[in-house]
């Protein structure tokens, strides 16, 4: 691998070609938030919150889904999209119901935690105070559809790891949500196998198990490169 | 083709389901040609149901919720039947200005159901549409493909009185 070399927050550093902007930050210490990326897991760019600024570009780069090349020029803080970061949480935080207090995720929520780093203590946008549904029909789980924020990180364990692929979205904008098969209630999903990948994933309180306790809700969520680390094994062996 | 497994009661032995077994072999069953065997499928069956994405995801080899997905996704699928007529109301600029936005309002107090739905009849399905190409008739609309224009609200009520039950008290 070709070593190249960048500059990041006026620093020299060094890096791997093939690594994002996010992944040669975060081997140096630098916090860059992020919402919908997960390492393990299929990038999507979704989220926007680790958007940088690169020099010579017209408008900032979304850090986890651009490759670092020889001689960038990034800044990974700045007023402006100190102020960008604060908006988007604000916009996910207007569009659904994000009641901290009584939410089973509370004082383990991604968002939250976000939210808090971030020194958000006010919503500048309207509220839409959608009134959406509540999905209980699962034996184990459940989902809240007022708690998501359609990070799609459910969706792509659900894929690439478990092979099921029971969740998606439907619709689009602001009339999207994550649907079960044919948007079937999630207990009258066929294609389900109730490994619970994606509630371990999720960022918020969307997914939980059912009957857990605010302080149950810790997330384990180090099966996800045990079992990427596992296969890597195994296609090796098969091949050698 | 009576044997396969994979078609549903409902749709077994339908004639429909024919053309749609015929673009997916044209197409040989290929994942990424979904959207296109889900225009042929609407196409011959007027609206997309359950059964029948879960026959396309079947046959594509596709998750059953990408398909309802992309189902989704796009404007042109609907997942519901259509009414016996139509009447879409252009709220495109032009007639938007002229007085489209009072038509609509009109007609969906008139017939009961907003813009988008079907009466529960079947009757009819209400609509609207960004332009149809007919500026110089703002506000227009078309009742079963057939342009009308320029409208009032009333005349428009007019229009599909002979179609559907319409209400005639104002909200």
Request: net charge neutral; with cysteine.
């Amino acid at each position: 691998m070709a070593a190249i070399t960048l500059t990041i927050n006026n620093e020299l550093i060094g890096a791997r070609q093939g690594q994002t902007i996010l992944d040669v930050a975060r081997e140096r210490g630098i916090d860059i938030p992020t919402l919908c990326h997960l390492e393990g897991l299929e990038e999507v760019g979704g989220c926007r919150l680790c958007l940088v600024e690169l020099q010579g570009s017209p408008r900032p780069v979304p850090a986890c889904v651009t490759k670092a090349a020889e001689g960038m020029e990034i800044t990974t803080h700045s007023d402006k999209l100190v102020e960008y970061r604060k908006m988007l949480v604000e916009l996910l935080l207007a569009e659904r119901t994000h009641t901290c207090s009584i939410c089973v995720q509370n004082g383990n929520c991604e968002l939250q935690t976000l939210a808090a780093k971030l020194g958000i203590d006010h919503v500048r946008f309207d509220y839409l105070h959608q009134q959406l549904p509540m999905d209980a029909s699962r034996e184990r789980f459940a989902l809240d559809h007022n708690r998501c924020v359609l990070c799609l990180r459910c969706v792509r364990v659900c894929d690439a790891v478990e092979g099921a692929h029971t969740w998606d979205v439907r619709g689009r904008g602001s009339t999207s949500r994550i649907v079960a098969d044919l948007d079937r209630p999630w207990g009258g999903s066929t294609s389900c196998t109730d490994c619970g990948k994606c509630v371990q994933l999720c960022p918020t309180g969307a997914l939980f198990r059912k009957g857990a306790t605010v302080g149950e809700m810790i997330k384990e969520r180090g099966f996800l490169n045990r079992i990427l680390e596992r296969r890597r094994l195994a296609a090796q062996r098969r091949s050698a | 083709m009576a044997e396969n497994p994979a078609v549903p009661p409902v749709l077994n032995a339908d004639p429909r389901l024919k053309v749609v077994d015929r673009a997916m072999k044209r197409l040989r069953y290929q994942p990424d040609a979904l959207i296109e065997v889900l225009h042929t499928a609407q196409e011959a069956f007027g609206y997309l149901s359950r059964e029948l994405l879960a026959y396309v995801a079947s046959q594509l080899k596709l998750p059953e919720s990408q398909v309802f997905g992309v189902a989704t996704f796009y404007h042109s699928f609907t997942l519901r039947p259509k009414g016996e007529h139509s009447c879409i109301v252009c709220t495109g600029t032009a007639c938007y200005v002229k007085g489209a936005g009072e038509i609509v309002t009109r007609l969906e107090q008139a017939v009961g159901v907003r813009a988008g739905q079907t009466t529960a009849d079947g009757k009819l399905s209400l609509g609207t549409a960004r332009c149809l190409g007919n500026c110089s008739l703002a506000p227009m609309l078309t009742i079963d493909d057939v342009v009308y224009g320029p409208e009032t609200p009333d005349s428009a009520v007019e229009k599909l009185r002979s179609l559907v039950e319409v209400t005639d008290e104002l909200g």
